[in-house]
């Protein structure tokens, strides 16, 4: 049912990046579901994760030793999300990075551990721990759509990203208006709702061979997660598990990018966020049971806070989700969930809603000029943009969702029964 | 499908209460949709509304008369929501007001005008108008199951409350433990989500012959509220014409309670409280599609608002509630919620999680004495209570939600399909 979701072929491989796969057997047998990323020694490695208060043991090793030594190793496995499994969990989470480290000759806090899937059961940690020579033993370069599939869990299709980019050269101060170095960007993720039984859930790697400094990476990992992955709703439900990590080996020829003052930092921003955008879309496209793409816009908000207020109490009301699913463009229900979003002193005559470029609701009420017809043709699309305009300011944030349907009633009630 | 609600056949009148029916055909011939309630002079009546920004013109012209005289009548129509219709609806509001005033002999804002139905389209004045005669004409005392059956929408059931009590005389300042009054409470409510295109939604009437003075009743209408009707979600939408009256006609043989400090202002409080909740549990027990009536209890929580954001984030969460309709005790979806429910510095190895009397989840992990059956048969039960312990206070607080099922999409969405 993924929506506008096509399956990349081909990547470009990132130099100092090699990746590493093994069919570890966690919870099925002959599948996929161990990935080593080996990154080469300079790499620098950001990373943003879950607000969960009950973060898997896991992220919060990860975020420990991202705070160290240089990283080296990600090992991700799936089948199972080391949640909510205790001081065992913890145990777990180091001795694999402990067992890696031994095989690698690097220390244990340059590995960071991922999980994804059933919440509450102990990581099997004999077959966790045998997988791992078998994955360093086939590291290659030229596998990601391998490790796209790898990291899946109940998601449809793999989501990968991968672009070459020209990023302009330094002359000086300036951009040399000549020359430029060629950058590698190239990205998997997974992720369809807080899936299946206890699934759990987002995880996203961008690898780069940009030049970037650490401390410039860590703000743009930030704010490029803040506008794509941060920005995506399925089900408001935050999972335990949620990882976007952001990689730049500093392998291409390039100066080093070191701040925001640089001339090309605009290009690189921008080259990078595409990768986030269309990594973290890809998410919501193949969101359970999804029939649509919806692009939910508020424009003329007056802070960014009522913006985001606003597009999430919209992309979250089950009745505009069931109502998209319907195919009914029912102007009611966002009116509604608009006014309930806790904005103050929101004036009812300021409200203008578009479908699409197609006016329906004027000034607070009916619009005029709307007809049914205009109203369900842009409803039939799969992908839609709905714009709530609040007439307090000017700021616009956008949010992306997806609709409520049977399907997703069924994968997630269904499936144990 | 609702869950463990029966119609009440039998009602009390109470004192200083009159109600007329009629069938104007406002959105369907044939059927009762307009109803109005006679108050005896000196009735006191309180009301809370709606907090939906965008509340519906009879919203906002009965919080504005109900700040003004004594009110005499309640005029209620079904059908239309005279919401989202600008100057036009408010216009029609007051007419109602100015119509039924003329034709009983008091000042228009001694009215207060309640509507509810499809949102965004005009109220069909002149039939609206053309009942008010004929409702008037059948004023009767008797009536309240055809009043339940009048104001709703599409409730399956008509939802009552109906009870005499005896509440102690007054000795002095004390209470006379041999002779009694008795008061007599009636009420009627409706709602079961903003279901349908554009319906919206929930009323509540709640009567009683009491002597309570009015700044007191003010003050327990919204106590009385906010530990029922504001502790109920089905879908978590708010919707644009939510009211709920409180009527005391003080025509009952009892002296006047006009402070909390009334040895007698517990007993009534209690046997309002009961009202209350039974007329809102009934809502949720008739929400749309529901398979399940649950308890969401927080304990232990260090204030009412953690208490209550976990206890929403839980019962709104589109993932425990289709875990709930497919009577799958996931306990992992509960966890993940409350630990995104906002409240800081909660400690995972602290809470634990009950499904009714059955420990589920012990200090942040599955309890060692936890079984899948008995969780199972726990989620069989039409009505459950999860309660979440926090370990980080005492303050206790309930929420009461359904659960989510194929009915309540096929409900939502497949109406106008």
Known sequence: MAVGLEVLKNYHPVKGVRIGIAQAGIKYAGRNDLVIFEL?????????????????????????????ADVRYLVINTGNANAGTGPQGMSDALATCEQLAQLTGVAAHQIL?????????????????????????????????????GIMTTDTLPKGYSQQVEIAQLDGNSIDSKNTDLITISGISKGAGMIMPNMAT??????????IAKPLLDIMCKELADKSFNRVTIDGDTSTNDSCMLIATAQAEMAEISS???????????????????????????????????????????????ALDVAYTVAHSPLVKTALFACDANWGRILAAVGRAGVQNMI????????????????GGRAASYTEEAGAAIFAQPEITISIRLGRG????????TDLSHEYVSINADYRS
Chains 1, 2 share one sequence.
Request: include cysteine.
């Open 113 to 149: 551990p991922f999980s994804t899937g059933v919440i509450g059961e102990p990581l099997p940690m004999v077959k966790l721990l045998a997988g791992l020579p078998t994955a360093l033993a086939n590291l290659a370069s030229d596998v990601w759509s391998v490790a796209a599939e």
């Open 394 to 401: 000017d700021i616009t944030e956008r949010v992306w969702t």
């Open 202 to 211: 987002m995880l996203a790697y961008l690898t780069t061979d940009a030049v």
């Open 260 to 306: 925001k003052d640089d001339p090309r930092y605009g290009a690189m921003f921008d080259a990078l966020l595409e990768a986030f955008m269309i990594l973290s879309h890809a998410i919501v496209r193949d969101g359970e049971g999804a029939t649509k793409f919806v692009t939910m816009e508020v424009q003329q908000a007056a802070s960014v806070q009522e």
């Open 40 to 68: 080469a020694q300079g790499s620098r490695v950001s990373g943003v994760f879950t607000l969960n208060a009950f973060c898997a043991a896991p992220v919060q090793v990860s975020k420990k030793h991202l705070t160290k």
């Open 348 to 363: 009812l005559e300021d409200i203008d809603i578009y479908l699409d470029d197609v006016c329906i609701v004027k000034s």
